[in-house]
Nanobody, 126 residues
C-alpha cells in the first residue's frame, strides 16, 4: 500500500514558478513509476508529466514541455514537479500518482496508476 500526499500548491502570477511535492509512504516507493496529472474546472483530468522508477525516463505533456520538470528522490520517498513560466491555463488541481506496472508506453494512462494523492490546487492569475 502506498499513500501519497501532495503539497506546494498556491496562487501565483503568470510567469511565476511553483514546486509541487508528493510525499509517499511505503518501503517500495523506489519501484513505482510516478506521474502528475491535473484537472481544471469543467474539464477531464489530463496527464502532465511522469517518470520511471529510477527517474531515468521522463515524459511530458506537450503543453508543459520545456516549462515543467519532474524529478524524484527515492531516499526521501518524494517526487517533485517544478513548474516555471506558469500560465493561467495551468490553473488546476494537481494530483500525483504511483503505479507498479507503469511502463514507458503507458505513462500517460490514468488506469495504469494504482495510488493517487488528494490533490493540490494551483491557481495562476493573469
Amino acid at each position: 500500500q502506498v499513500q501519497l500526499v501532495e503539497s506546494g500548491g498556491g496562487l501565483v502570477q503568470a510567469g511565476g514558478s511553483l514546486r509541487l511535492s508528493c510525499a509517499a509512504s511505503g518501503r517500495t516507493f523506489g519501484t513505482y513509476g510516478m506521474g502528475w496529472f491535473r484537472q481544471a474546472p469543467g474539464k477531464e483530468r489530463e496527464f502532465v508529466a511522469a517518470l520511471s522508477w529510477s527517474g531515468g525516463t521522463t515524459l511530458y505533456a506537450h503543453s508543459v514541455k520545456g516549462r515543467f520538470t519532474v524529478s524524484r528522490d527515492n531516499a526521501k520517498n518524494t517526487v517533485y514537479l517544478q513548474m516555471n513560466s506558469l500560465k493561467p491555463e495551468d490553473t488546476a488541481v494537481y494530483y500525483c500518482a504511483a503505479g507498479f506496472k507503469v511502463t514507458i508506453a503507458t505513462m500517460t494512462k490514468e488506469r495504469q496508476y494504482d495510488y493517487w494523492g488528494q490533490g493540490t490546487q494551483v491557481t495562476v492569475s493573469s
